[in-house]
């Protein structure tokens, strides 16, 4: 049974930082595409950050560039997004998500709630 299970997230002030962990079992982690996306009330559901199998090309959604960063440890099945200079418009719950190209399959975490505000 695959598990994607985040952690993480809670409320911080704006300009703060969070570290999300996105934990996997149950799947050939070196395998899939990791992603965060995240929703906010009302919205749509927005990709946030992407990171190929062995983590040499990552891609991020304009409103986080250069300020998140996506990374993993394939070792620890596990994918990680720094988020800096967190901004009220960064509140959302954040999803992890695997995709394999290869054997056409999806999989989500459950989120976790991220609140910016002072």
């Known amino acids: 049974q695959v598990q994607l299970v985040e952690s993480g997230g809670g409320l911080v002030q704006p300009g703060g930082s969070l570290r999300l962990s996105c934990a996997a079992s149950?799947?050939?982690?070196?395998?899939?595409?990791m992603s965060w996306y995240r929703q906010a009330p009302g919205k749509e559901r927005e990709l946030v950050a992407r990171?190929?199998?062995?983590?040499?090309?990552?891609n991020y959604g304009d409103s986080v560039k250069g300020r998140f960063t996506i990374s993993r440890d394939n070792a620890k099945n596990t994918c990680y997004l720094q988020m800096n200079s967190l901004n009220p418009e960064d509140t959302a719950v954040y999803y992890c998500?695997?995709?394999?190209?290869?054997?056409?399959?999806?999989?989500w975490g459950q989120g976790t709630q991220v609140t910016v505000s002072s």
């Open positions: 998500n695997a995709k394999s190209y290869i054997i056409k399959t999806d999989y």
């Open positions: 149950g799947l050939t982690f070196s395998t899939y595409v």
């Open positions: 990171i190929t199998p062995a983590g040499r090309t990552t």
